[in-house]
């Protein structure tokens, strides 16, 4: 048998209180943590979810070999391609974690699932809008300049028989909110080169009264 002196007794058990404590702790986080991430990425999930937006990318390109990193030359057309990006929620919550996983984690992994039910974006897009640094085509800096751009839209994207529509940007939001679950907008202007010849464009998405932005990267100029 072990026998400890006083000041050795006093110190395991400290130690030993201090252990406890811990498993105390970190096993309930860790139960949690666990539980978060198998539901996040883990499996197939049941149920319907719909698409909450998160953010709008933007960026532009033309097909003058001259474009950087940093520059688009422009010498007939501009294109901007726009990706709205979403997180998927469940429509209803029976799990006390759904709500704070589908909030953080994007449920990609669950494309192709049986009863995986993607419904579309929650809301409705209401507009879009374009506008410059500088005048452009006789329109003020920060002025609306959509109507100078045609957006491409496909319809039966996922479909063999996949058609290309092009149609100006009230259009666009129309049949956004039709299909619900198309997140991609390619957008392009062959206006003839404005008088103001650089430009820094700024893409805004509005939806149920919140505003997303997507400011280019790169500065356009006119040849």
Not at 169 to 177: C, F, K, R
Request: aromatic letters at 16%; charged letters at 15%; glycine letters at 6%.
């Amino acid at each position: 048998m072990l026998f400890l002196k006083p000041v050795q007794h006093k110190e395991f058990y400290k130690g030993l209180y201090k252990m406890i404590y811990k498993k105390l702790i970190i096993l309930p986080a860790g139960f949690i943590l666990i539980h978060i991430f198998y539901i996040g990425c883990c499996g197939c999930k049941e149920g319907t979810f719909h698409r909450d937006i998160t953010a709008l990318r933007g960026y532009e390109l033309s097909h003058v070999g001259l474009n950087t990193r940093d520059t688009v030359f422009v010498a007939d057309t501009l294109f901007a391609d726009l990706n709205i990006n979403y997180d998927y929620i469940v429509k209803n919550n029976a799990n006390p974690f759904s709500s704070l996983v589908n909030k953080t984690y994007a449920l990609s992994c669950n494309n192709g699932c049986d009863n995986f039910i993607d419904s579309g974006f929650k809301y409705k897009f209401d507009s879009l809008t374009i506008t410059s640094n500088n005048n452009f085509k006789g329109i003020p800096a920060g002025q609306n300049i959509a109507s100078f751009f045609t957006a491409m839209y496909y319809n039966n994207i996922f479909a063999s028989n996949t058609t290309i529509q092009y149609i100006s940007i009230p259009q666009l939001i129309d049949s956004l909110n039709i299909d619900r679950r198309n997140s991609a907008i390619s957008l392009f202007t062959n206006t003839s080169a404005p008088t103001y010849k650089n430009h820094h464009f700024k893409y805004t998405l509005f939806s149920d009264g919140k505003v997303y932005e997507a400011n280019s990267p790169r500065i356009v100029i006119w040849q």
